[in-house]
């Protein structure tokens, strides 16, 4: 099989992928719109944008690690790195979110809080744990190019996800419940992407130690531009929370949920063609990459305006039989997601060459000068422009870092390095034992 058919064979699989997780995320919404409170849906919300950036920081910080170390290596040195990489992911968490449940139960039976509040945060310390391991894995497996095996595994973390809003709108605390079968759908999908690994991974040998000092260099600074990029692409719920209510919050995510085929279509091709990128470099220079790149962001962004054009003619219809409720602000809100998600789509699919080239540095400086305008920008619109204004400042946020990713690119290629240069991050022992 050529290049050309392999891409289209992994693209293909985490386009499909994607498809599964968005058409869940966007039944779960609904059903949570259509069957609760605007208040119950909003606190879920919270939740979910919680659970966004822990797992846009797990990827921040293992991502461009594993993929760059795997590159180079035998499936024995592979299988090491993603077991060692995993025993000492699960030390942190159960410390973390142990301490965190703890903490809040102690909380919530003093009354420091309400309960209701208390058995929501609970069950998002515990569901966390669950997301991150489900989330660690699936990366995993992307690295190794297998999209086919993470698409069966997220066919059944879907049906499970579904399932479990389903019920949970049953409940007296839907937000808690949908919570806590988020928790158990990851649970599943976890334990089913771990038994995909020993097929290509020996399961003889002990795994590698000491990894996250090994990487922490790299995914600092990834991490960093991860949790900056939160603060405008999903932090402003948190500004709109406190500068007007959760029911504004709701609104506004209704009306994202409509784009998010867009989100998860971007994001399913960008995590194939982060690895794919990487594998490039090792062999080609970087302007030749650069041009490989081209034709798949053009396609991203054509398939992306051509849904937003039909979901624009559709949205009266929309509004009133799927979503079965209106808002204030309703078309200005509309087409401020659909600007913020073509920009979206050019960033993502952008990014990759800086990413594989290790150059994250110049990425977080220019994610946090983005976000800093960004928060700026939203606060100061929702007190002029109420729900419109804070997406203004998304969109503010959004532009500059598309411009930023553009200038740093135009950098990398004007300094010609040589092909399959990196970060300063040596690969693991070819003698590591297998996993």
């Known amino acids: 099989m050529n290049d050309r058919s392999l891409l289209l064979r992994l693209l293909g699989s985490s386009v499909g992928s994607q498809a599964l997780l968005s058409a869940a995320s966007l039944v779960v919404g609904l059903l949570l719109i259509r069957r609760t409170s605007g ?50 992911q699960r030390q942190v968490l159960r410390w973390v979110f142990g301490s965190a449940a703890v903490l809040i139960a102690v909380l919530g039976l003093g009354g420091a809080m309400p309960g209701s509040t208390a058995l929501l945060l609970l069950a998002a310390a515990l569901a966390a744990p669950a997301a991150l391991t489900r989330d660690y894995f699936r990366s995993a497996t992307l690295a190794q190019q297998r999209a086919q095996d993470v698409m069966r595994c997220d066919l059944l973390y879907a049906l499970l996800l579904v399932g479990g809003a389903a019920l949970a709108t049953l409940s007296p605390l839907p937000a808690a419940t949908a919570v806590v079968t988020l928790a158990l759908a990851a649970l599943c999908a976890a334990a089913a992407l771990s038994r995909q690994l020993p097929r290509d991974v020996p399961g003889s040998a002990s795994p590698a130690g000491g990894l996250l000092r090994q990487i922490a260099t790299l995914g600092a600074w990834s991490t960093a531009g991860a949790a900056i990029h939160w603060t405008f692409s999903q932090g402003y719920g948190y500004l709109v929370a406190a500068t007007l209510d959760v029911g504004a919050v709701a609104a506004i995510a209704a009306t994202r949920l409509l784009l998010m085929p867009v989100n998860l279509l971007s994001t399913g091709v960008g995590a194939m063609m982060l690895p794919v990128t990487a594998g490039w470099l090792q062999q080609q220079a970087p302007r030749r990459v650069a041009r490989r790149l081209v034709p798949v962001a053009l396609g991203v962004a054509a398939a992306a305006a051509l849904y937003l054009a039909a979901m624009w003619l559709l949205r009266d219809w929309i509004f009133a039989h799927v979503l079965k409720k209106d808002f204030a602000q309703r078309d200005q809100l509309l087409i401020l997601w659909s600007a913020v998600s073509l920009l979206m789509v050019v960033r993502d699919q952008s990014v990759h060459l800086l990413v594989s080239s290790g150059r994250l540095r110049q990425l977080t400086l220019v994610t946090l000068c983005s976000a800093l305008l960004s928060l700026c920008i939203s606060y100061w619109g929702m007190h002029h422009y109420g729900m419109a204004g804070a997406l203004l400042g998304v969109l503010c946020g959004e532009a500059a870092n598309v411009l930023g990713i553009f200038a740093a690119t135009a950098l990398c290629l004007l300094r010609h390095p040589a092909p399959g240069e990196g970060p300063a991050l040596q690969p693991a022992p070819q003698a590591a034992p297998s996993a």
Do not use: C, K
């Open 39 to 88: 208040e119950q849906y909003g606190a879920y919300v919270l939740v979910a944008n919680a659970f966004l950036l822990l797992t846009s920081l797990q990827n921040a910080f293992f991502g461009p690690s594993l993929i760059l170390r795997m590159a180079p290596l035998d499936a024995a040195a592979r299988g090491a790195l993603v077991a060692g990489v995993h025993r000492e």
